[in-house]
């Protein structure tokens, strides 16, 4: 018997992973809008359900078979967010969600030209989500930043004037991003938009997202000229010792998202994180867009635990990176890591083998 089989039979692995204090850092907010929730905002708003949703299979939901396929559905959804008061809602769903799977800390992308681009101003984007997370911090006792993602479809001047737009909601902001549609938009044409950023005092990651044309060369272009702190997804850096050499030493964390992989490419790289997370990087694992790849911090946690040969210690070694490449005060970061070095310790000895 292989030690997946032996572990898929564990019937406590379940609840030991529910019960692991975790972090989040790859959510995007706006892919936290479940068709549930598409269906209360277009009523409320007073428009119609947008057409994704009328061939969605409430089985197996959505389908996309890479990451144009899913943008595709993924940005025309997003037109039943209006007011301040739907985006406060959308964050406070997902919020809500992570705290009932004891996620102590989740740093949420947003998207905000995927919504001026259609009229809605920034302030009342970015006032929705501030409110909400205060509200979250405050009620669920949940930690939670934002960071803003730069569209890198489209031009770096549409995003320089967003990144001025952000800069008097700089207190409500901890870094900034890059995704969307990487094919023909490598990151080396927003070397400039990020080096302004940097300036301004914002943390800075970007998405390589996987198996994409020229994924290594992106993955050098945000580690040399755009000099990342973090890189989202960024997995294929296994294809290249040098490179997995050059993450380990600059301590780069790289957010991976194992479900997300397995609906936007035939794999969900879970045997190429393993191997990544015993070579000393820092990797994680995230749920990216969960509302969309049915998947929250719990689902893409057991993934990796039934589907690979990772050990207990191991699954908890992967939130132990979240926590520390997380931006978060180093006070509060301690408090995490303790919550779950006192998890590891009262769970895991009763195992066997620690497996
Ligand atoms: N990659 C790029 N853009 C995105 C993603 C992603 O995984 N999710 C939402 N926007
Ligand atoms: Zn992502």
């Not at 409320?44 to 595709?72: K, M």
């Not at 970007?206 to 198996?211: L, T």
């Not at 850096?237 to 035939?266: A, F, H, Y």
């Not at 040969?309 to 970061?333: C, G, H, P, Y």
Request: aromatic share 8%; charged share 25%; glycine share 4%.
């Amino acid at each position: 018997m292989s030690s997946d089989e032996h572990r898929r039979e564990e019937p406590d692995l379940k609840p030991w992973i529910a019960g692991m204090p975790k972090a989040e850092l790859h959510v995007h907010l706006e892919g936290c809008l479940t068709p549930q929730l598409i269906r209360q905002l277009a009523e409320r708003n007073n428009i119609s359900v947008p057409s994704s949703l009328s061939s969605l299979d409430q089985s197996s939901g959505y389908s996309f078979h890479d990451l144009t396929t899913f943008l595709a559905v993924y940005y025309p959804n997003m037109a039943v967010l209006q007011t301040e008061h739907d985006f406060r809602d959308l964050a406070l769903d997902y919020l809500t969600r992570a705290h009932a799977q004891n996620v102590k800390h989740v740093e949420l992308f947003f998207d905000p030209q995927a919504h001026t681009s259609r009229g809605v101003p920034f302030p009342t984007v970015i006032r929705g989500y501030r409110v909400a997370l205060l509200l979250a911090q405050r009620t669920l006792g949940i930690s939670a930043s934002l960071i803003m993602c730069i569209l890198r479809d489209q031009s770096p001047e549409y995003a320089m004037a967003t990144l001025m737009e952000a800069l008097p909601f700089k207190d409500a902001i901890i870094g900034i991003g890059l995704d969307s549609d990487e094919r023909n938009n490598p990151p080396s044409k927003f070397a400039a938009v990020f080096q302004r950023a940097s300036k301004e005092g914002f943390l800075l990651t970007a998405h390589c997202d996987i198996d994409q044309v020229n994924s290594i060369d992106h993955i050098r272009q945000v580690i040399h000229e755009i000099q990342v702190d973090r890189i989202d997804h960024g997995t294929n850096i296994v294809e290249d010792d040098s490179l997995v050499d050059i993450v380990r030493e600059k301590g780069i964390g790289l957010t991976c998202c194992p479900i997300s992989n397995s609906v936007v490419t035939d794999d969900f790289k879970g045997k190429e994180i393993v191997d990544l997370l015993r070579r000393g990087v820092k990797v994680t694992i995230n749920s990216d867009d969960p509302a969309y790849f049915r998947g929250y911090a719990n689902e893409n946690m057991e993934k990796m635990a039934t589907d690979t040969d990772v050990t207990r210690k191991e699954l908890v070694q992967l939130q132990r990176n979240a926590f520390n490449i997380s931006w978060i005060s180093s006070w509060r970061r301690n408090h995490f890591l303790s919550l779950l070095d006192e998890y590891e310790n009262r769970t895991i000895p009763r195992m066997v083998n620690g497996v």
